[in-house]
T-cell receptor, first 114, second 111 residues
Framework: KAGVTQTPRYLIKTRGQQVTLSCSPI?????VSWYQQTPGQGLQFLFE???????NKGNFPGRFSGRQFSNSRSEMNVSTLELGDSALYLC?????????????FGPGTRLTVL | GEDVEQSLFLSVREGDSSVINCTYT??????LYWYKQEPGAGLQLLTY?????DMKQDQRLTVLLNKKDKHLSLRIADTQTGDSAIYFC???????????FGTGTRLQVFP
């Protein structure tokens, strides 16, 4: 069974631009969560989606948004990029929501903002 | 509040056992996880323990959970150089998939 896939793996953008990252969960998994990893702040929760609905949102500004499609694939968007948005963005998938299933992570998208 | 703490570094000799410790705050967590991250890679799920268990063993890995003290540990037996990585513990927030991660423990294994 294929694991969680994230595209693209690497991105370089400039300040003020916007970016869209994609996550395809493990087949059959319906819950997708996103995390930001930086050296200074560690791993921080961004969003949790289940059945196309956002169930939880972390403490990030409105420039960070996401969505989930009917096939469970998810995208996150960051608008008006800032230097501090440079990070590894990880998504995780699980069978269902509610914290009752193991969560598996993708390899991440490394975003560099210049 | 939500807070998970880990020591930052651990250095062990190849063949010895490693013990990585973690303290958490949310007593309603359903699962507690251990993830491994190698340089430039994502998070690899190593093992997890359900909150009503005290211990779980999986090959070289042993997880111990002390609910009274909210203390979680991961023991790696016969540590190998390939075990060198950063290890994160994480707790789930009740009734969600949201994970609260610790700061990570960098394990260095020397010959």
């Amino acid at each position: 069974k294929a694991g969680v896939t994230q595209t693209p793996r690497y991105l370089i953008k400039t300040r003020g631009q916007q970016v869209t990252l994609s996550c395809s969960p493990i087949s059959g998994h319906r819950s997708v969560s996103w995390y930001q990893q930086t050296p200074g702040q560690g791993l921080q929760f961004l969003f949790e989606y289940f059945s196309e609905t956002q169930r939880n949102k972390g403490n990030f500004p409105g420039r960070f948004s996401g969505r989930q499609f009917s096939n469970s694939r998810s995208e996150m968007n960051v608008s008006t990029l800032e230097l501090g948005d440079s990070a590894l963005y990880l998504c995780a998938s699980s069978l269902s929501s509610g914290g009752t299933n193991e969560q598996f992570f993708g390899p991440g998208t490394r975003l560099t903002v210049l | 509040g939500e807070d998970v703490e880990q020591s930052l570094f651990l250095s062990v000799r190849e063949g010895d056992s490693s013990v990585i410790n973690c303290t958490y705050t949310d007593s309603s967590s359903t699962y507690l996880y251990w993830y491994k991250q190698e340089p430039g890679a994502g998070l690899q799920l190593l093992t997890y323990i359900f909150s009503n268990m005290d211990m779980k063993q999986d090959q070289r890995l042993t997880v111990l959970l002390n609910k009274k003290d909210k203390h979680l540990s991961l023991r790696i037996a016969d540590t190998q150089t390939g075990d060198s990585a950063i290890y994160f513990c994480a707790e789930t927030v009740f009734n969600t998939d949201k994970l609260i991660f610790g700061t990570g423990t960098r394990l260095q294994v020397f010959p």
